[in-house]
T-cell receptor, first 113, second 112 residues
Framework: GQQLNQSPQSMFIQEGEDVSMNCTSS?????WLWYKQDPGEGPVLLIA?????ELTSNGRLTAQFGITRKDSFLNISASIPSDVGIYFC?????????????FGKGTKLSVIP | NAGVTQTPKFQVLKTGQSMTLQCAQD?????MYWYRQDPGMGLRLIYY???????DKGEVPNGYNVSRLNKREFSLRLESAAPSQTSVYFC???????????FGQGTRLTVV
């Protein structure tokens, strides 16, 4: 089946620093999604990308749909303590039978005040 | 997590006991999913229902059964719980193909 490689697995950064994480796939996706999960909560959608090359922002977060459709990137600018959590990427495809989302294993972000 | 309600939030079972995890949505979305989340493993799909009346296996279906009771509700049943099923279970919904998923708050299950 399809697999997503998400990196890095974990990050420790100083408050105010910028953060970058990415996901790569062995196959093409039509949709890339980025989620954040706080401890004890379910994943919450941050950004959805539907078009190759698309660059979308949500406040201090910016995500890009790679032009090859096999990768996506998430950047967080000027990190703050509440950015702590696990960030997941997910890929989706359209087409008959393609109802599944494929998730990366997550990037655990720690912010040092 | 508005729109997707999971019950119960916590549960402890003894090995061999059975239980049903409930998921209900109020967003009128077509497809519903059950995932389990284990440390270092990310989210793994157990079963999904593309639309009312259909269910299909995901990546890790063994030991589970599901029922899509109606468009709103999708339940996950453990017939004979095993310690390996200790996990956090998430229900998710999607409007249709190629759209984002919305998650419930999870059910934390411990099997002793």
């Amino acid at each position: 089946g399809q697999q997503l490689n998400q990196s890095p697995q974990s990050m420790f950064i100083q408050e105010g620093e910028d953060v970058s994480m990415n996901c790569t796939s062995s196959s093409i996706f039509n949709t890339w999604l980025w989620y954040k999960q706080d401890p004890g909560e379910g994943p919450v959608l941050l950004i959805a990308l539907y078009k190759a090359g698309e660059l979308t922002s949500n406040g201090r977060l910016t995500a890009q749909f790679g032009i090859t459709r096999k990768d996506s990137f998430l950047n967080i600018s000027a990190s703050i303590p509440s950015d702590v959590g696990i960030y997941f990427c997910a890929g989706a495809n359209s087409g008959a039978g393609s109802y599944q989302l494929t998730f990366g294993k997550g990037t655990k972000l720690s912010v040092i005040p | 997590n508005a729109g997707v309600t999971q019950t119960p939030k916590f549960q402890v079972l003894k090995t061999g006991q059975s239980m049903t995890l409930q998921c209900a949505q109020d967003m009128n979305h077509n497809s519903m999913y059950w995932y389990r989340q284990d440390p270092g493993m990310g989210l793994r799909l157990i079963y999904y229902s593309a639309s009312e009346g259909t269910t299909d296996k995901g990546e890790v279906p063994n030991g589970y059964n599901v029922s899509r009771l109606n468009k709103r509700e999708f339940s996950l049943r453990l017939e004979s719980a095993a310690p390996s099923q200790t996990s956090v279970y998430f229900c998710a919904i999607r409007r249709h193909l190629n759209t984002e998923a919305f998650f419930g708050q999870g059910t934390r299950l411990t099997v002793v």
